[in-house]
């Protein structure tokens, strides 16, 4: 129960972030706040206090966490962290090139450059 | 309209606060409990004799699951592939002392350290089917020890082409051993082999996440310094 309301305001800071500012950084940290909260809310949702997965055989499948979430979290983790890094990367190439780090004076920059 | 604008940061704030407020609700109305599920009860009862594994998320991610975790590596190796297409490698040199980021003691406390998360990432690594841990975790740990060695002595001099040869070939024996071990027939090979299996997996998806990552880490570090050089 902890869990879920904690990755339900962890996920609503990061879509404030990508909805209310204008800066690519900003917007990257809120892309990765929202999917640290989608990770807390799979892994807690139907089994905090449960038995971790480990050496279970033979015991009552009812008291122990479910391992599917858990293992495509993994995934989730190392796609996450791809996506911030490639991110980055074309952030600082528009930084150079634009001198601005915001997203409409970036657009702004490349209209009035390309007429 | 002009209002809305003026005021779009506090109408999307009440906004969220009451998307918030909703999903809080909702869990709050949920039932406690969680109903059987078949798939679930299949993993946690067979799992263990099916694949040697005795953590149940190894045996899902490297067994029953395992193309999540190929098509996952090749999306690490995508990522590196789009930073370097952006910031292509740079012959190695050795660049001259500049500003230092770490103070003198905290220095002698990283070389202190280095030992014992080496020997953390690799207990992680190997131990991946009978703990919490995994190539993933260990790989992402091992990194740690390339970064340290950055702020030990940020100006030695790194040859990235090892780090992308060393993880184009940990990506290619992933896909072969994992597509022999598929072509066999699952059900009959003895648990001592599939105990094997799931370590050197486990190994190659390490050394693959830390090389990925290394590469990423010292890309980001040169890019201001190679700026400055222009």
């Not at chain 2, 604008?5 to 709050?28: A, D, F, P, S, Y």
């Not at chain 2, 090749?74 to 980021?101: D, G, H, R, S, W």
């Amino acid at each position: 129960m902890t869990g879920e309301i904690v990755s339900i305001i962890i996920f609503l800071i990061g879509c404030y972030t990508i909805m209310v500012r204008r800066d690519i950084v900003h917007t990257s940290i809120g892309i990765s706040l929202m999917t640290g909260g989608v990770i807390l809310n799979f892994l807690t949702t139907p089994h905090e206090y449960m038995k971790a997965p480990i050496g279970v055989e033979g015991e009552i499948s009812s008291a122990i966490a479910d391992p599917l979430p858990q293992a495509l979290m993994i995934t989730d983790i190392i796609i996450g962290m791809a996506t911030t890094a490639v991110a980055l990367a074309i952030f600082i190439k528009l930084y150079r090139k634009y001198d601005t780090a915001r997203w409409d004076h970036a657009l702004k920059k490349h209209v009035e450059e390309s007429d | 309209m002009k209002y809305i604008l003026k005021h779009r940061r506090e109408l999307l704030g009440i906004l969220t606060v009451l998307m918030g407020m909703m999903c809080i609700w909702l869990i709050l109305d949920k039932p406690s409990t969680v109903p059987p599920n078949d798939t679930v009860n299949y993993y946690l009862e067979n799992a263990q004799k099916e694949t040697g594994a005795i953590n149940v998320v190894t045996a899902i991610y490297l067994n029953y699951r395992v193309f999540d975790t190929v098509f996952e590596a090749l999306l690490l190796l995508v990522a590196v592939t789009a930073v370097l297409f952006i910031y292509p490698i740079k012959p190695a040199k050795k660049i001259e002392k500049k500003n230092q980021i770490v103070l003198e003691p905290l220095k002698d406390l990283l070389v202190f350290i280095i030992p014992f998360i080496l020997i953390f990432g690799l207990a992680l690594i190997i131990n991946g089917d009978k703990t919490p841990g995994g190539g993933f975790q260990g790989g992402a740990i091992l990194v740690v020890i390339f970064v340290s060695g950055y702020l030990i002595d940020e100006t030695r001099k790194v040859d990235l082409n090892i780090f992308t040869l060393v993880e184009k070939f940990a990506f290619i024996s992933l896909t072969v051993i994992i597509t022999a071990f598929l072509g066999l027939n699952f059900v009959e090979i003895s648990p001592e082999v599939k105990k094997i299996y799931l370590v050197v997996i486990n190994a190659f998806i390490g050394i693959k996440v830390c090389a990925g990552l290394g590469i990423i880490f010292y890309r980001f570090s040169r890019v201001d310094k190679e700026e400055d050089d222009q």
